[in-house]
Structure formats: C-alpha cells, structure tokens
C-alpha cells in the first residue's frame, strides 16, 4: 500500500508512512514528515 511520502499533504498521521508525522507546516498546510 503506498503512504504519504516525504511533504505529501496529509490530514492525520494515518495519511503518512510509518514512523512519519502529519505536521503542520503553515496554517492550513498539513505535510508529512519524518518522525525521529
């Protein structure tokens, strides 16, 4: 199954890959990011 990969807008943490963040990056932009 493909995830959200790296700056792919997203609405919740589910919309990204695994071990990967829903952050917020702006005020309504929503991109995922690599959770360390």
Known sequence: ????????????NADCCENWACA???????LCKYQI
Request: glycine share 10%; charged share 20%.
């Open 24 to 30: 917020t990056t702006g005020r309504f932009r929503y």
């Open 1 to 12: 199954a493909d995830c959200g990969w790296l700056f792919h807008s997203c609405e919740s």
